[in-house]
C-alpha cells in the first residue's frame, strides 16, 4: 500500500493556474506508475493523468496542452501543474497508483474554478 496526501488546491479564476502536490509514502514509489484523477459533482471519478517511474506521461484529452504532471523519486512526491483553468476543472483531485490497483485513495484537494 502506497499512503498518498494531496495538497495545493484553492479557489482559481479561469485562466488561472494551481499547482497541485502529492505526497505518498509507505512503499516503493518510485516503481509505480501514478496518476491524478478528479470526481466532479455528480460525476465518476476519471484520470486526468498519469506518469510512469521512468518518467512518460499521459493526458485525457480534455486537459492535453493545459496540464503537465510530473514526479520526484527522491521526494516521493508526484506534481500536476494546470494552467489556463476552466469552469470545468472544478473538481476534488486525487493522486494514486495508475491504474489505482486496490490502493487506498487519500483525501483529495478541491480546484474550484470561478469568477
Known amino acids: 500500500q502506497v499512503q498518498l496526501v494531496e495538497s495545493g488546491g484553492g479557489l482559481v479564476q479561469p485562466g488561472g493556474s494551481l499547482r497541485l502536490s502529492c505526497a505518498a509514502s509507505?512503499?516503493?514509489?518510485?516503481?509505480?506508475?501514478m496518476g491524478w484523477y478528479r470526481q466532479a459533482p455528480g460525476k465518476q471519478r476519471e484520470l486526468v493523468a498519469a506518469i510512469t517511474g521512468g518518467g512518460s506521461t499521459s493526458y485525457v484529452d480534455s486537459v492535453k496542452g493545459r496540464v503537465t504532471i510530473s514526479r520526484d523519486n527522491a521526494k516521493n512526491t508526484v506534481y500536476l501543474q494546470m494552467n489556463s483553468l476552466k469552469p470545468e476543472d472544478t473538481a476534488v483531485y486525487y493522486c494514486?497508483?495508475?491504474?489505482?490497483?486496490?490502493?487506498?485513495w487519500g483525501q483529495g484537494t478541491q480546484v474550484t474554478v470561478s469568477s
Open positions: 494514486n497508483r495508475a491504474p489505482s490497483a486496490g490502493n487506498s
Open positions: 509507505g512503499s516503493i514509489f518510485s516503481i509505480y506508475a
